[in-house]
């Protein structure tokens, strides 16, 4: 069973910046690639990073692209999300997740293990 535990979210007026963290549990960790998704109030859920198993490519959503940064340490099992001047329409529950398969390219969609979220919430 693979569990992801989420932290780093909270209250920031815009132009700040803040770093989520993704726990993960699992002896298989590095072998996925692994993604950061958002969901705000209303809205569907949407792809933001991904970054691969070894952590040597990246992929990212056109919106967060030159502000957001995605990284994985696979000695301690953590995917990070670095986000800078951000924007009130950053405002969602971001959550980590876990591709569904090994060894495949980046994408946006396919993902099957999903962390319960942290709220960030930017003002203007």
């Known amino acids: 069973q693979v569990q992801l535990v989420e932290s780093g979210g909270g209250s920031v007026q815009a132009g700040g910046s803040l770093r989520l963290s993704c726990a993960a549990s699992g002896r298989t960790f590095s072998s996925y690639n692994m993604g950061w998704f958002r969901q705000a109030p209303g809205k569907e859920r949407e792809f933001v990073a991904a970054?691969?198993?070894?952590?040597?490519?990246?992929l990212y959503a056109d919106s967060v692209k030159g502000r957001f940064t995605i990284s994985r340490d696979n000695a301690k099992n953590t995917v990070y999300l670095q986000m800078h001047s951000l924007k009130p329409e950053d405002t969602a529950i971001y959550h980590c997740a876990r591709d569904s398969y090994v060894g495949g390219g980046l994408r946006r969609s396919g993902y099957d293990y999903w962390g319960q979220g942290t709220q960030v919430t930017v003002s203007s």
């Open positions: 970054i691969s198993w070894l952590g040597g490519s990246t």
